[in-house]
């Protein structure tokens, strides 16, 4: 069943659908980048079902381990074309992380084939992990982590600050991309800046001015190794305010693993740890019996979640601006295509 699934185009889901039968349910098969990308567009793509049509998602092939976006779009490519419309159709999509490919706005290959295909959908923040990261709801994260509904920290404050200390030099990211300069300042390089490291509660402004700091640094240095670039600068920085970049979210179109593992993840720790604290002393300090104490020690500390699995789980991003835009986009075509 492997080889087949992998030469499979959309026609012939479109026949098996038209072989089940009017009163069958339309099957819908949307292919993803991995495995934690099944569950994220299970959640686009629910709202979509009725007694007409269901999604089954899955990734391009059960017979190989290759994972990632370009495995699922070469999947799709017919050997001497670029075009991956043969392939897919009404009743076969692909879903994949918007990465860079939506700030580049067809200035490569791949991103003209994420934005212009019709049975293509893609994120439009960086991957996943940047809606798992949403700002407006980390504090519900620390609430299911810690059972503690006190607010240490404004997130949502915080990663606007952030984001517009991050702004200038990711302009700068997005204007090397384009134009094919990333080798001398990659993703990896605006990464290792924006890395807002001695976050503390008590004074959180410490990290956004380090970023600050750091950003500038590196602004200056791009404007010596590149001096005549301040109109080219200027216009990607339009550009992508016209997308719907806007400083107070750059944290969003950020390279995703990174936000979630090195920003947003040590900071939920600390603030989780210190929430965990004040519950814990809550207790001990309670007037009751030893054993009572005992008792209810363990039964909050067996309540507790792990911060990272917490914020896999974490589905507050649907009540995003960009996410909305993601349904409409597949509202859109289920109309196209009834």
């Known amino acids: 069943m492997s080889r087949l699934t ?37 959640t686009v793509l629910s709202r ?9 998602v899955m990734l391009p ?25 043969d392939k897919l159709g009404p009743d076969m999509i692909a879903c994949v992380d918007a990465d860079y490919d939506f700030m580049l706005q067809g200035a490569t290959e ?15 923040v960086y991957a996943i992990e940047n809606y798992q990261c949403y700002a407006p709801s980390l504090h519900d994260v620390c609430v299911a982590v810690t059972l503690n509904d006190h607010r240490l920290i404004d997130f949502y404050e915080y990663f606007q600050r952030y984001s517009e200390a991050c702004f200038p030099l990711f302009v700068w990211s997005v204007w090397a991309y384009r ?14 800046v924006t890395d807002p490291g001695g976050f503390t509660i008590q004074n959180p402004d ?26 080219a600068y200027l216009k ?37 740890n210190q929430l965990r604290q004040e519950r814990q002393s ?10 009572q104490k005992r008792n209810e020690m363990s039964c909050y500390e067996n309540s507790q979640q792990d911060v990272k699995s917490m914020l896999k789980k974490n589905a507050g991003y649907q009540q995003s601006e960009r996410f909305r835009q993601v349904q409409d986009d597949i509202s859109r075509y289920l109309d196209g295509t009834l």
């Not at 991995?34 to 299970?42: A, E, G, L, N």
């Not at 979509?48 to 999604?55: G, I, K, V």
């Open 179 to 192: 134009t094919g300069h990333h080798g001398r300042f990659s993703l990896s390089d605006f990464n290792r």
């Open 6 to 42: 992998d030469n499979i185009n959309s026609r012939y889901f479109e026949a098996a659908n038209v072989l089940k039968g009017k009163s069958a349910r339309r099957r819908i098969v949307a292919y993803v980048e991995s495995y934690d990308d099944i569950y994220f567009w299970r």
């Open 110 to 124: 791949q991103s003209r084939m994420v934005l212009n295909s019709p049975y293509v959908f893609h994120t439009y």
């Open 48 to 56: 979509f079902e009725n007694d007409s049509r269901y999604f089954e």
């Open 206 to 231: 410490v990290s956004i001015n380090n970023v600050r700091r750091k950003v500038q640094t590196k602004v200056h240095e791009l404007q010596r190794l590149f001096p005549d670039n301040k109109e």
């Open 282 to 291: 809550e207790i001990y300090n309670a007037k009751a019996h030893k054993t």
């Open 236 to 272: 990607v920085k339009d550009d992508i305010r016209q997308l719907g970049v806007t400083p107070q979210t750059t944290y969003l179109y950020m390279q995703g693993h990174h936000l979630f593992d090195t920003v947003v993840a040590p900071i939920l720790t600390k603030v989780c």
């Open 61 to 85: 092939s059960k017979g190989k381990l290759s994972r990632g976006k370009k495995s699922v779009l070469m999947s799709f490519l017919h050997e001497g074309t670029n075009s991956m419309d």
